[in-house]
């Protein structure tokens, strides 16, 4: 393996650095859990455009109980990386841009709009598996794409009401992965913050 230069270790340690501060940014994908898991609940009692309007308001509050998670993991979502936060600011604001794919869906085909916004909203943690080194994100990503695609093709279905519980299950499970992640990190903390 070729030796590495100075400037990659330094980078890479920022990268450890900041995962130890932020403790991953795990809030989020356990902010994004709850909501799919309140989808589950809202999809079944309400009309699907009820259930649909509420899932959008929903979403709003998936940034401000992200923050409020990390903050009970131990991790601060605003640390500063004079290298890493402009990154990280361009990789949450990424989802902003999926709003109007999510809105003309909503438009004109109603019943695929959660597979539509659980793809997309999954699909942008992938960014989060290099920025933290994080299996976990990477998983959680992944597995919302391969297990709904696979899921619609074999049902044939849009699976309005089965889409929020397999959503919330490759959540669940990325989440244990970066759990266990940022657990190794704690162990790990003198170390990280000392380099």
Same mark, same amino acid.
């Given at each position: %393996? *070729? ?11 920022? #990268? ?11 809030? %989020?994908? &356990? ?12 999809? #079944?009692?309400? *009309?699907? $455009?009820?259930?649909?309007? &509420? ?38 604001? %990424?989802?902003?841009?999926?709003? *109007? ?31 933290? #080194? ?24 849009? %699976? $309005? ?11 669940? &499970? ?9 657990? &190794?990190? #704690? ?9």
């Amino acid at each position: %393996m *070729p030796a590495r230069d100075a400037s990659t270790l330094v980078f890479d340690a920022e #990268r450890d650095r900041l995962a130890l501060l932020t403790r991953k940014g795990i809030g %989020m994908p &356990a902010a994004g859990l709850l909501l799919w898991l309140a989808l589950a609940i809202l999809v #079944r009692v309400w *009309p699907q $455009h009820t259930a649909l309007i &509420a899932a959008f308001v929903l979403t709003g509050l998936v940034f401000p109980m992200g923050i409020l998670l990390t903050r009970i993991a131990g991790g601060d979502l605003f640390a500063k990386s004079a290298a890493l936060t402009p990154l990280g600011l361009q990789l949450a604001a %990424m989802q902003l841009l999926y709003w *109007p794919v999510l809105i003309v869906v909503f438009r004109v085909a109603p019943s695929w709009t959660l597979f539509t916004m659980a793809v997309l909203f999954g699909s942008h943690f992938l960014p989060y598996a290099w920025y933290y #080194r994080s299996a976990g994100y990477g998983m959680l990503a992944v597995s919302v794409a391969i297990v709904l695609s696979a899921a619609a093709v074999t049902t044939r279905d849009s %699976m $309005h009401l089965l889409t929020p519980i397999l959503t919330a299950a490759c959540y669940g &499970a990325g989440l244990l992965v970066l759990w266990r992640e940022v657990s &190794a990190l #704690r162990a790990r903390e003198p170390e990280v913050s000392s380099s």
